[in-house]
């Protein structure tokens, strides 16, 4: 199209009757999404001024439109250009109207992301650094400094390592809003220094540590900036791996003092305690290793952390025999909309499982310490910290199937014979966990139960048949998802795989009837597990038929 029709679209980008600018507006983004389009230096100057005058339409559709063109728009024009583009966005973040800060905001990060050539990220983060800076330091609204914070972010992450002589300066700039007393500004706060962190050199990084472990070690510091300083080391230590291990002889101790020291009603400062030390687990795997035994402790300690719920709950008998609606409810017994405590075991459980995951040699300890507590704990209450305690346990089973890997005998050091010890009460503990009404919750003991048919071939010959009720209820009860029966039916497959076909047999016809009636569902990945396990049905009831061909 010809640079006078062009020049036609930005006339009625400028006219009163809104649907009018809509259109053009529109037909602007069809032209500049062209391969062919290209624009002089008049025309950029033009286009530039008008879509960003666009921004403050009165219409939010005409706004919306115009944010939209951008991204082509950054590819169409010079440089410098955008360079001007990105400065005019960010004097209207800091000093625009408070109706168009927002619009200005998400324009400037939609320019951010387009930017590709080091040469234009470079000119771009020296003129937009310092502005940023100057809206977090010099007094402007938490809105604006988030706004800043979050856009500076971006900016660190992508461009961080084009200029270093800027670094110091913006760390110091940072790291004095940690004592904010916006919470907002804080975390953004955390983030931005996370952002810039793996471009620091060992100094500045040093220096970045040091400062925030100087804050912790000030017990009398408010409760908010312990947890946001708390915080910060967790991202640091996320954000820059290995480098951090020459921190941890001051960080760990500190943490795990926070940990056990915190009031009553502080969780978020368990939590973020045991993030932090998830973090190093998984991020410094060697210069953790003096602390895994401490840091192990603290996680079993708190896994099970529930200060204001008293469980009288005793073991199950075997000849116990639970009405299934009492089973049903009692998930519901307690509830509490302010107890946090949930958080800490949360954070327990996926420190467990960073330790699980990063030191294989410490798996047998795991099974005569970890192992109990976490079968304890499927009993969990919180549904969302059951799955985790699942996964844990299955982060278990997976390392030591990887560890054990084509061992054959089974000696009473390995961490497969430790395992096949507790298979008994794993079963015991699954089994109530079947009887529950939660959906996900059955869903996933099931998929514990085949990580431990996995690992444990023929391990369930004699618990098989206190698990059948489970797999009927799963396969029958109209209350049953898709996905429910896909992992009922995926374990009963997995199972008859891996053990004798005797196991199965007095059980066949209250299998049977379920696991056919299931090749009629409607959902077809039903249908094909459903068909796979009879395939193994097949083997079961001929075991021979394979000689016989």
Known sequence: MANTNITGILEKMTGKDKDYRYMATSDLLSELNKESFKADQDLESKLTNIVLQQLEDASGDVSGLAVKCLAPLVKKVNEERVVEMTDKLCDKLLNGKDQHRDTASIALKAVIVEVTTASLSEKILVSLAPQLINGVTNGKSAEIKCECLDILSDVLHRFGNVITKDHAYMLTAL?????????????KSVSCIASLAPCLSDDLLAKATLEVVKLLKIKRAKSDITRTNIQMIGALSR?????FGPHLAEAVPLLISYCTSASENDEELREYSLQALESFMLRCPRDISPYCESILNLALEYVSYDPNFTDSMEEDTDDEVQDEEEDDESADEYTDDEDASWKVRRASAKCLSAIIASRPQMLSKMYQEACPKLVDRFREREENVKMDIFNTFIELLRQTGNVTKGQGDIDESSSR???KQEVPKVVKSINRQLREKSIKTKVGAFSVLKELVVVLPDCLADQFGSLVPGIEKALNDKSSTSNL????????????ASHSPSVFHPYIQALSGPILSAIGDRYYKVTAEALRVCGELVRVLRPNFEHLQ
């Not at 790291?175 to 975390?187: D, N, W």
């Not at 954000?239 to 480098?243: I, K, M, T």
């Not at 896909?486 to 008859?496: G, H, K, N, S």
């Open 417 to 419: 014979w430790l395992l």
């Open 175 to 187: 790291l004095t809003q940690l004592s904010s007393t916006q919470a907002s500004v804080r975390k």
């Open 485 to 496: 029966k896909i992992e009922a039916l995926a374990f009963t497959r997995i199972v008859m």
């Open 239 to 243: 954000s820059v791996g290995y480098r």
